[in-house]
């Protein structure tokens, strides 16, 4: 796949911790815009040779640019240059299809640059190239808020964990952080007159409420630290010292993952905020458009004009698996009950003391209870 057409891809989680991905690739002399779906197979950190189903997208669509798949895998919706598509992933005895949904609030909305999920699947929110911002109940498509004036222009969009935040970003430099529930925008991030805040993404281990941000101020870029209960930042770093151009965080929150402008990407550890990876002009010289972890695997999808899409295995640690502790566990109850046998086998027993040359052939206890005894029996009472 690398060096090919693809304009975007990502992930699609499905049952039985499977994998697949989906593909956007333009309109390239009469070929028409095409939806690839493929297979993913871990160990090898590849594709499929050929895609599982794919599906051809009017002329009149425009070309494919972006995707948001839906969390429980059955449902994809394309950004293109008119505006949305939704598509149904349909999988009967593994033979795949794509079916075209209506999309009636989105269909003729034009380009949209930022499309997200809620983590729950409630909720779908847009961040349109003329600033629109719409969040839409799912699968009712009822429209919770449409606001054509949120930003100049959107450039980057996040929904948080628990889906009650969404922050957004505007080519301006500029960050609103909006409540989902109330449909309403709550603040604005505060910056100094001379930064631009880029990229943004919230925390994803549950724990640690912190939104990360790149911040622009000059030629220097940090990544910098929001702790979204006070919305107040709380500290920042430099890590990749060079324009970002798209950021992603793991699912298990524990890897940040950028992508700046000449076509690097870096993989940051969030619990020392110190680089684990780093793919020097891994798309040889441009920009990369977008990065995505995928859900089981420390590995990432990144999509950028030149290479179009390509599949990185990070060289990070690797993390414990589920039967790994499992017999970790069981390892150590079965340590212990053998060093438990083995203490009682060889170690003195309090009612199997070994009788010494001048000791009684029976227990001193006998002697004191039936003293006792003889004593209570005397009493005058």
């Known amino acids: 796949m690398e060096g090919g057409s693809e304009a975007c891809a990502s992930w699609i989680r499905r049952p039985e911790n499977r994998v697949l991905v989906v593909v956007g690739k333009p309109k390239i002399g009469v070929s028409p815009p095409l939806l690839e779906v493929f297979s993913f197979d871990v160990k090898t950190a590849s594709l499929s040779a050929d895609p599982l189903v794919t599906c051809a997208m009017g002329e009149e669509d425009g070309d494919p640019v972006g995707f948001a798949v839906h969390p429980s895998g059955e449902e994809i919706v394309c950004s293109t240059a008119k505006g949305c598509k939704l598509f149904e992933l349909c999988d009967r005895d593994l033979i795949f299809k794509l079916v075209a949904k209506d999309l009636p609030p989105l269909q003729s909305v034009g380009p949209q640059k930022c499309l997200a999920f809620s983590s729950d699947g409630s909720k779908f929110v847009t961040g349109g190239q003329d600033g629109h911002l719409r969040i839409i109940e799912w699968p009712s498509l009822k429209v919770l808020l449409d606001e054509p004036r949120a930003h100049k222009c959107f450039r980057d969009m996040d929904i948080s964990l628990d889906s009650e935040f969404l922050v957004s970003t505007s080519t301006d430099g500029s960050a609103r ?30 724990m640690r409420p912190f939104l990360f941000c790149t911040v622009q101020k000059g030629g220097k870029v940090v990544t910098a630290v929001w702790d979204i209960s006070t919305w107040n930042r709380i500290g920042f770093k430099r890590l990749l010292r060079k324009p970002i151009s798209a950021l992603s965080v793991s699912l298990d929150g524990k890897y940040l993952a950028l992508g700046s402008s000449d076509g690097d990407i870096c993989v940051v550890e969030v619990k020392k905020m110190e680089i684990s990876h780093w793919s020097k002009k891994h798309h040889l010289g441009t920009a990369i458009s977008s990065i995505e972890f995928c859900p089981f695997e420390r590995i990432v999808i990144s999509t950028s004009n030149q290479r179009g899409a390509v599949i990185t295995k990070l060289n990070v640690p690797a993390d414990w698996k589920e039967w790994q502790i499992y017999f970790l566990l069981l390892s150590l109850f079965l340590g212990s009950a053998v060093i438990f046998y083995l203490f009682h086998e060889h170690s003195d027993s309090f009612w199997n003391f070994p009788l010494g040359r001048n000791q009684p052939n029976r227990p001193y206890l006998r002697t004191v209870v039936q003293d006792s005894q003889l004593a209570d029996d005397q009493s005058p009472w």
């Open 177 to 206: 952080i909006w409540k989902i529930n109330d449909a309403a925008p709550m603040i604005s991030l505060t910056r100094n007159p001379d930064e631009k805040i880029e990229c943004c993404r919230f925390s994803r281990d549950g």
